[in-house]
């Protein structure tokens, strides 16, 4: 079997933990939602709802992914969530009531509303302990992996606005980042990518170099970040993401759009048939 190819079944299912940086700089404005922090909550929440559409069967969600979010930042790391995608389906925090344009039929709009389940509320204060978080991934991880070593590989997705800080986190983070991509099951590697919400207007999708990076931050989250595995490719292409033979999966900058897609396509398991 071709590494980090296995599907996610009710059987063997897969595992996504979601990073999430809840520093004070994710108060910052972004282009949709108001600031940082409020935009990776939607983006959090609409991926979770979509994985929950995806494996439905009837009434019923199957159990074909486990799903952590970890908040770093507020004001150290926080597991606000560990279940299986039913239990997430079951008993989300709130649901919010939203518009949402739809097609009439007839080749226009119309505006509906929309009930969106909520598992994760925006936040951000103190620091950016990314090391410690990618630390306790690490934990899981291995966890995981010891108990269900047939199952896919485990995929972290982390969502940030720039650099760990204190500044020992940073070197924290680039340790145990490659320590996480040394590990192993009957499946491969686990995968880490990186979706960086920078301040730059140079927009950088699943690059092949560092030499493409505009700045520091997006260089960082570079290291960190996995090659995308060949059997992703197809799940990158369904999400219209130029990837190359060589590409990182790691985005800095990107419009709302964009970075929403690469959440999806992270989060797909290498799936392209969602």
Known sequence: MASNSKQWS??????????????????????EKGNKANFTSMVINRTINELINVNMAGDKVKDRVFISII???NPSINEIR????????????????????????????IEMDVQNPIWLEPTASQLTPMGSALEFAKKLVEGWMSKKP??????????????????DEEQKS?????????????DGTPIIFNAHLG??????ICPESIGELPDDQAKFLFEISSKVPDTY???AQKQALAVKANSKGFVSNADPETFIKFINFGSSGGSDKR
């Open 199 to 204: 301040d730059s207007n140079s927009k950088c």
């Open 174 to 186: 680039l340790k145990v980042s490659k320590e996480i991509m040394a590990l192993s099951c009957s």
């Open 82 to 109: 560990s279940d299986y995608i039913s239990k997430y389906a079951e008993s989300p925090i709130r649901i919010e009531t939203g518009k949402q344009k739809v097609s009439d039929g007839n080749g226009g709009l």
């Open 10 to 31: 009710s059987a063997t299912p897969g595992y996504i933990i979601f990073l999430v940086d809840q520093s004070g700089s994710m108060n910052e404005p972004y282009p």
């Open 233 to 235: 490719i197809d799940a």
């Open 150 to 167: 047939d199952n896919p590989a485990p995929v972290i997705i982390n969502i940030s606005d720039g650099l760990p800080y204190p500044d």
């Open 71 to 73: 908040g770093y930042g």
